[in-house]
Nanobody, 123 residues
Framework: QVQLVESGGGLVQTGGSLRLSCAAS????????MGWFRQAPGKEREFVAA????????RYADSVKGRFTISRDNAKKMVYLQMNSLKPEDTGVYYC????????????????WGQGTQVTVSS
């Protein structure tokens, strides 16, 4: 099993960029597909991006396509989310999650979650 710790959140103006990082511990990290999800106040947790265990396949929510990029470094046990052209509607707590199955967009299919990192985009 892996444990996950996110970092890199903060306050940024509209149009700015942030890079989120997710550090994993555990010997089997490279066996997990990884995902990023976010949750805004009063809203359900929603899918942002996911990456397969090898990094060879990625998928994105329509709302972030062309602006966000997910990547991973299995040797360093890290997953990243590069966020560009940020909008106020991107505001929320961003969570990193691990799934022994595939790079799903469904939160319930993920086994392990980090504690989250806050992203706030001001208008």
């Amino acid at each position: 099993q892996v444990q996950l710790v996110e970092s890199g959140g903060g306050l940024v103006q509209t149009g700015g960029s942030l890079r989120l990082s997710c550090a994993a511990s555990g010997r089997t990290f490279s066996s997990y597909a990884m995902g990023w999800f976010r949750q805004a106040p009063g809203k359900e947790r929603e899918f942002v991006a996911a990456i397969s265990w090898s990094g060879g396949r990625t998928r994105y929510a329509d709302s972030v396509k062309g602006r966000f990029t997910i990547s991973r470094d299995n040797a360093k046990k890290m997953v990243y989310l590069q966020m560009n052209s940020l909008k106020p509607e991107d505001t929320g707590v961003y969570y990193c999650a691990a799934n022994l199955g595939w790079d799903s967009s469904v939160p319930d299919q993920y086994d392990t979650w980090g504690q989250g990192t806050q992203v706030t985009v001001s208008s």
